[in-house]
């Protein structure tokens, strides 16, 4: 599981607003366009910028569960979608779902599709990785100290169970419900007891859960959260990073919104696949790329 982790970065030492609101922008540009380059071109800048914030591995990670989910959204599109001309594969009738005719506009579209998931789970997945969750809660705290507190626990409980369901399911691998597991034995009456196994497993997590959780309020009845007031505010004066990504963030949403309005890199699927990679397309894609990544240039004040 992905959770965030204090390292040296550019990212990591920028306020978690900011942060939020740059991987926000990253997705809303991926978003708002079709082409495929600047699509292309923005899932590297995520990637880049993954490694600049030495979250590489773990982007490389989400890549692949990317890579996994973008399969079933491209055959799905190949054969719901009638809009396309360029024919290059026929299944005949298929009764209430029409003549099943595959084309390449498309396979196209069904890829620009998974592309733009792409990218936004890489932004989602850095964001989470390189955002402290809990800065970003003592916003909410001042507008809703329970809400923000529940929120908080939550997620500190998520590892905490997470360890809890290795130690359990070791635990049951000792027993002998896992000894068709350990020879391979794959019969009718093993996989019901492999369920069982399983749905005891997830009971006794959730038991678990519950009584942690009863716990968990009780000692913070005790010490006196209940009667908590409104957080006052803190002003902290703003840093390089937080510039630069602020000012990257508006960039990437100004070329977005600029691309928008003067489609200075057209995409059209159906009825045929037209594309432009003329001077306006390709300097969007490097104007995109400097604004995503030039923060990251600067590592000045970066404890290491």
Known sequence: MLFYRRLPSPLHATRATIGAAWATALIVAA??????VVLGVLCVCTLLAGIGAAVGAELARSLRMAAIVAVPIVLGNLLVSRDGLTVFARLG???????GDLTVEALVYGAVIA????????ATTLASLA???DELLLIARRFSFRTSLTVSL??????VLGRDAQRLAEAQRTRGDWIGA?????????????????ARLISAIVGSSLDRALDVAATLELRGFASARRAP???EPWSRHDLAFTASAFAIIALAL??????LAPFNAYPLVRMSAGPPALALCVALGVAALAPFADRRGIRR
Not at 154 to 159: D, G, H, I, L, S
Not at 182 to 198: C, E, H, K, L, N
């Open 31 to 36: 978003l708002s366009t079709d082409h495929p």
């Open 93 to 99: 009738d298929l009764g209430p779902f029409g003549q």
């Open 115 to 122: 592309l733009k998931v792409s990218v936004v789970m890489l």
């Open 131 to 133: 955002v402290d969750p």
């Open 154 to 159: 939550a997620t500190r409980m998520v590892p």
């Open 182 to 198: 350990q020879t391979g034995r794959r019969d009718a009456r093993f996989s019901v007891r492999r369920a069982r196994t399983r």
């Open 233 to 235: 505010r803190r002003r």
């Open 258 to 263: 600029l691309d928008r309005a003067l489609v």
